[in-house]
């Protein structure tokens, strides 16, 4: 039953149903038990779209750069996935529909498909949805996958950082460069955009950006994230973001396919995290030990080291058995 059901929606996924890649973007969001046998029916075919992150702080314009560079890659006649990820913050709680107005020009078109999701209450769950999610797209078949997440938290920063390039959106005002120099997001751009050209402030941003990414990445082997500015709102220097995008692509070039595998790493090793937890604590026995050496006055951290060592301990001796490859 299980296996005829997820058959069936991976085999209209690959025919181009977009019915069934909603659903199975559906199933990953809610960890449906079906998504693991549908995705490896897919997976010969993920691994062909090219993945850009966009983040930044709420309101810097990353919507409506998505949108515009949404416009211009359909030009060029490739289809795009779009998957903006909601912080569902308090801040922000009316971005999702703003999304939904101003992209709407987009939703007529079969070559576009935007889905939100919803990071409310979902822990890490969220970033493991959000690259399953690129995933359907990819193995759908759309060329080009963006994705868009308020960069506020770690769940956010997993999210982008699984993807191929890394757009970090910024504006003036608000002291947003000083924020995303604190916050780490510079780290993670491949490339910045400087957004609201048009106000004041902007070339004052730009300067501090690319002082900014000198003094990180002079000297040393590293990537100089191009520093560019646009005015997404206005419709002017969006070429110029997507074509730095494209030089960090052809920078990436030979090293994609391992960029890519660290990537997954991390992907498995937070699956791998997560599954370890529940089967230590699914059955009682654990937490019955637990209790066992807090009764003898035991601090939770002494406590702590102690089940570590003798978790450690079993898994080594387990390990001369090996992992099936
Ligand atoms: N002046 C000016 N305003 C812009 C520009 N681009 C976007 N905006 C405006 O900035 C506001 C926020 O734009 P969004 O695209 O929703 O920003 P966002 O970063 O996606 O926002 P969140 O998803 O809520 O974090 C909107 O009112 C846009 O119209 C621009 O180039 N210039
Ligand atoms: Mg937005």
Redesign the pocket.
Known sequence: MTSAASNSLSTRLLAGERFALARMISWAENSNSRFPEALEAIWSRVGRATRTGVT?P???????LVNELCALIREEERTVGILAVDPSSPL?GG?LL??RI?MEDRTADAGVFIRSMASRGSHGGMARSAVDAMDVMDAFGMHDVLV?T?GVGQAEYDVVAAADTVLV?LCPGAGDGVQAMKSGLLELADVIAI??C??PGADRLTSDMTEAVHLRTAGRDLWAPPVVQC????REGVDDVLAAIKTHREHLKDQLDSHRRRKRIQQVRQVVGERMEEALWEEGDLAEQVEAILRTGTTPYATASNVTQSLLRTASGNQAKGIQA
């Open positions: 930044g709420p309101g810097a314009g990353k919507s409506t922000s971005a703003g999304d101003r868009e308020v959106v957004n609201k048009d106000l005015s997404a709102g206005k």
